[in-house]
């Protein structure tokens, strides 16, 4: 049996590199690399596949189901990367949600890294299920089924990942 990480395939006889597939017309330099660019690329591609080809079983993470009901008021997610951050976990592409049109919360933990990428594994999901769509750059927005899974989310069940994440307003 193996297992797909990255570029790399996990098989009974270790590692084997295989390369990503190559998009045509797709050129990323360095500049591109500093803005996120591949990652945004793979969860735009990502959203957009799932669309035309439905939903996936993969049950989602709580991370996830927190990301929802944050979004289920405006339904707009955002990712960004803090590039001019001293500490390498701040410059760490992170998920962002308008809460409403003055306060929105970010899902990055300084101390904690693996906060940041549960949260983004989550991002990841709901990308693949089809409740995410991609717009433009790193902005996102629920679906009309995201939408509708939001509302079934359970504040006192999603409380605890919540209270991991940042809130600021327009203002601060």
Not at 81 to 100: G, I, M, S
Not at 128 to 149: C, D, K, P, R
Request: charged share 25%.
């Amino acid at each position: 049996m193996a297992f797909r990480l990255g570029s790399f395939r996990l098989g009974s006889h270790g590692m084997v590199l295989q390369p990503f597939p190559r998009e045509e017309g797709v050129s990323l330099g360095w500049r591109e690399l500093g803005l996120s660019a591949p990652t945004l690329l793979a969860f735009a591609q990502l959203c957009g596949r799932s669309l035309s080809a439905g939903t996936a079983d993969e049950p989602l993470r709580p991370e996830a189901y927190a990301l929802l009901f944050a979004a289920r008021k405006l339904g707009v997610l955002e990712l960004k990367a803090v590039n001019t951050a001293y500490e390498a976990a701040e410059r760490l592409l992170a998920v962002y949600v308008d809460l409403d049109h003055d306060r929105t919360m970010v899902f990055r933990s300084r101390e904690d890294v693996e906060v940041t990428l549960r949260f983004l594994d989550g991002f990841r999901q709901l990308c693949s299920t089809g409740l995410v769509m991609h717009h433009i750059y790193g902005e996102f927005s629920l679906t009309a089924a995201g939408f509708e899974a939001a509302k079934l989310v359970e504040q006192a069940d999603v409380e605890q990942l919540l209270a991991q994440a940042t809130e600021f307003g327009l203002n601060e």
